[in-house]
């Protein structure tokens, strides 16, 4: 299991600024609005089900965990 600090230091959250990723190449930069599918309890194990809800340039998107990387 990862160190809970260091999974905290790599994975965005509400109000970071985020690069967003769509077929695999780098879509725009965001900023994190809600995360959807976050457990308090367990956020490691639960990470590959979240929904990150995104706005960019004007709309707000949702993505999946895996597509959202923390600037």
């Known amino acids: 299991m990862r ?3 260091s999974f905290w230091d790599e994975t ?7 690069w967003c ?3 695999g190449s780098r879509y725009d930069l965001g900023i994190v609005v809600d995360i ?3 457990n308090y309890w367990d956020p490691e194990k639960t990470f590959p089900k979240w929904k990150y809800k995104i ?3 004007g709309s707000l998107i949702e993505f999946n965990s895996w597509k959202v990387t923390k600037v």
Do not use: H, Q, T
């Open 3 to 5: 160190d809970s600090a």
């Open 36 to 38: 959807r599918g976050y």
């Open 55 to 57: 706005w960019v340039n």
């Open 12 to 18: 965005p959250r509400y109000g970071d600024l985020v």
């Open 21 to 23: 990723k769509i077929s």
